[in-house]
């Protein structure tokens, strides 16, 4: 059974797409990693809800700096021991 989003995730998602449409056109590829930053915020998002996507997401951005040589970097997967089914 697929796990439905929660309405703040939506939103979520929906200002990081705002960013792709918007923002990252005009400052031209910038992220070290695969998946992009926005990627995987939206991935984190959908698989582990609002809270903990956010969370997520923030980490990563930190991480995408100069000094950070990036890579190959995924969500990690949602464990059935999360507490938001």
Do not use: Q
Request: glycine share 10%; net charge positive.
């Amino acid at each position: 059974m697929a796990k439905t989003v929660s309405p703040l995730a939506w939103l979520a998602i929906g200002l990081v797409y705002l960013y792709r449409l918007g923002i990252s056109p005009l400052i031209g590829p910038r992220c070290r990693f695969h998946p992009t930053c926005s990627r995987y915020a939206i991935e984190a998002l959908k698989v582990h809800g609002f809270v903990k996507g956010c969370w997520l997401s923030g980490k990563r951005l930190l991480k995408c700096h100069p000094l950070n040589d990036g890579g190959y970097d995924p969500v990690p997967p949602k464990n059935h021991t999360d507490r938001d089914k």
